[in-house]
């Protein structure tokens, strides 16, 4: 039997929303008792912790939003003292600055249960042998997806990502029958199996665990039909969990938002305002059995719906469409957040370069996302020798990769060929054309 939770899962929608009231004011109090940051929000519009008597009163509570990370860094946004805290990790900032996430064994063992949920929405049991090709490490892919498997008892293979060729070496040697990791690396592994002609209609491998990074329908169908699985979304954020947050059932129509834990709420990203179930809007989140790390309505910037009718699979919890886009400039290559504003500043710190720069993001079909960053030289650069600018964009290149933790191409440019804009700069040019379907 593969793992699935039912009596949490299949609640029914009243004693749901009575359980996110109960579990919301409790939250609300180890907030605002324990975290001086939220303790601050409160105070200052007048807010007391017994005014939240139930998931009505949500919306008077202020939006936590990314900067609070940072100008709590590393451990402000803590509500217990670091000898409950048993695990660290941590994704992108705005500034080159992470975000850094705590865990107690409370919340260890919260995460685990959820991401079983996830992986057993796609019919994982105990018989299963999970290739594990998420990142372990800060990144909460690996150790995320890890416990959960570790969870229903299947057998886990931590093999992280990369190494391609030994990972289809592995699927087929181990017998692989579950696959974890970013759509766009199932991606390249099914192009990397039709040129090493490898069967994938003999191998093992059933289904996949996709998330980290947008993706579309189209990708789905290439991915399933490449590596003969079925392939399903899962969604998550560092801030919130980590992956386990939502998660598709076979269905294939829409995430299952875990609502026992979380609150979801959609929301006009311009105004704040709360939109009704169907609206396109900004994902916001609250936690409701968090203990290190409380969040009160996080502004996740993710934009999609919210569907609450009934799913075919039984399961209770309202779906959240695939993310259709952000609201800000992070963009996600291999499964990594990058923000413009970081390849500015490594741009801005190195000398012969002008602030002039553009970002192109591109993935050609079946394979990786690429970035390269073209960089203007300065004018007094231009006319020496080839050896220096050769050296100048593998000093750009190495910093860029020291800062963001992945590979970028660094181009130079020669002065002013980079357009100017009198407007807001477009510094990013996407040709993924992720947003061009839904
Ligand atoms: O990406 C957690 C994760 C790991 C999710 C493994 C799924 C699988 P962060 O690195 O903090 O956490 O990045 C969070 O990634 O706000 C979204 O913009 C994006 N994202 C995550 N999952 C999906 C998905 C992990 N299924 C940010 N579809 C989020 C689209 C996703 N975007």
Same mark, same amino acid.
């Given at each position: ?158 093999? *992280? ?47 996949a665990f996709l998330g980290a990074e947008p993706w579309t329908e189209n990708m789905r169908r290439e991915i399933e039909s490449a590596l003969c699985v079925d392939a399903l979304d899962i969604y ?72 609450? *009718? ?39 710190e190195t000398e012969g370069t002008e602030p002039h720069y553009l970002i192109v993001v591109d993935r050609a079909p079946g394979k990786m996302d690429e970035m390269e960053v073209w960089v203007e ?29 992945? *590979? ?31």
């Open positions: 039997m593969h793992y699935w939770n039912r009596e949490a899962e299949c609640v029914d929608r009243d004693e749901l929303r009575k359980l996110q009231s109960e579990r919301l004011v409790t939250t609300i109090r180890h907030s605002y008792e324990n975290v001086p940051a939220y303790k601050h929000k409160f105070d200052k519009i007048g807010l007391k912790p017994d005014d939240i008597k139930g998931i009505e009163d949500l919306v008077k509570i202020p939006f936590t939003v990314k900067t609070d990370f940072r100008d709590n860094y590393p451990f402000g946004m803590f509500a217990v003292p670091m000898d409950r805290i048993v695990r660290i990790h941590a994704s992108s900032g705005t500034t080159g600055k992470s975000t850094v996430v705590g865990y107690t064994s409370g919340d260890v063992e919260t995460w685990a249960e959820l991401m079983a949920r996830t992986l057993g929405a796609g019919g994982t049991t105990k018989g299963d042998i999970v290739q594990n090709a998420y990142g372990y490490g800060l990144f909460t892919g690996g150790l995320g997806a890890h416990y959960g498997a570790e969870r229903i008892g299947a057998s886990v293979i931590p093999i *992280s990502g990369g190494n391609t060729k030994r990972q289809l070496q592995i699927m087929e040697d181990f017998h692989s029958t579950v696959l974890c990791c970013t759509p766009s690396y199932a991606l390249m592994l099914g192009e990397s199996a039709r040129d090493a002609q490898v069967n994938m209609k003999k191998s093992s491998l059933r289904v998550g954020l560092s801030e919130v969990m980590g992956p386990g947050v939502s998660y598709e059932c076979m269905e294939k129509g829409g995430l299952h938002i875990n609502e026992d834990h979380f609150i979801a709420e959609i929301i006009n990203p311009d105004t704040g305002e709360v939109l009704p179930p169907g609206s396109h809007g900004e994902l916001v989140f609250t936690s409701l059995t968090k203990e290190a790390l409380p969040l009160l309505r996080y502004r996740t910037r993710d934009i999609t719906y919210i569907d609450d *009718s009934p799913c075919g699979c039984g399961r209770s919890f309202a779906r959240m469409h695939r993310v259709m886009g952000r609201s800000d400039d992070m963009l996600i290559i291999r499964g990594v957040n990058v923000f413009p504003s970081q390849i500015e500043s490594v741009l801005i030289v300065s004018p007094e650069l231009v006319s020496d020798a080839v050896r220096t600018l050769e050296s100048l964009e593998r000093r750009i290149a190495h910093e860029l990769h020291s800062v963001l933790g992945i *590979s970028v191409k660094v181009k130079l440019v020669e002065p002013k060929t980079i357009a100017r804009s009198e407007g807001k700069a477009k510094r990013v040019i996407d040709r993924r054309e992720l947003n061009n379907e839904s």
